[in-house]
């Protein structure tokens, strides 16, 4: 099984560059089609998109500057160009020093994935008693020290990176969504914690 990709570490100038870049609907769309489509020029974007060939190779040109996505040099001719999402694994360590535009920045990140998490929280509940297995909703409450936190989430990388490098997808394999959110609960009270399913 192949190596997992080194976390991209992300602080400072750079994580306002990111912010930046994810702000712009059309690069998340784009980035989007590439995690579906592999591979695509501009041209199939574009037309994927409803947007111009100029717009969509000037927001595929600012995603590479990001590192989210590389040129496919190989089939790569005179103006043609191909691009592919890249396996980065973007990371802002824990417990780190943020100034508070670098705060606002990864605020903005998490707000922008989290709007696109919630559809799909929304959709999962919605279709779980017809979805023959395909969704599956799993709530816990544990109890755990800083370290065992920590444990669990590389354990957790560990296991999508399994089936991330498996190759070639089975017959019958479907793209899905998968999700982790660990925080302390505070004095919360949920009373659906320990459930599950």
């Known amino acids: 099984m192949a190596e997992p990709p080194e976390q991209r570490v992300l602080t400072g100038p750079d994580l306002k560059a990111l912010q930046k870049a994810l702000a712009n609907p059309v690069r998340r769309d784009i980035l989007t089609y590439l995690g579906k489509h592999g591979e695509a020029n501009s041209t199939s974007v574009a037309k994927a998109l409803g ?12 995603l590479a500057e990001q590192k989210l996505i590389a040129e ?46 919630l559809d799909l929280v929304v959709r999962a509940y919605a279709g779980y008693d017809t979805s023959d297995g395909w969704h599956q909703i799993h709530r816990a409450g544990l109890t755990l020290t800083k370290d065992q936190v ?3 989430a590389a354990e957790f990388r560990a296991l999508l990176w399994k089936y ?15 999700r982790l959110v660990v925080l302390p609960e505070e ?6 914690r320990a459930a599950s399913g």
């Open 187 to 192: 004095n919360l009270t949920d009373p659906t």
């Open 150 to 152: 920590g444990e669990f």
């Open 72 to 117: 496919v040099e190989e089939r790569s001719a005179g103006r043609e160009r191909w691009w592919r999402s890249m396996m980065t694994n973007v990371y802002t360590p824990p417990g780190l020093e943020l100034t508070d535009d670098e705060r606002a920045a990864h605020t903005q990140i998490g707000a922008l994935k989290m709007s696109h998490d």
């Open 51 to 62: 947007e111009s060939t100029g717009t969509t190779s000037y927001h595929l040109r600012k």
């Open 164 to 178: 991330t490098s498996e190759g070639e997808p089975a017959p019958g394999a479907r793209a899905v969504a998968v």
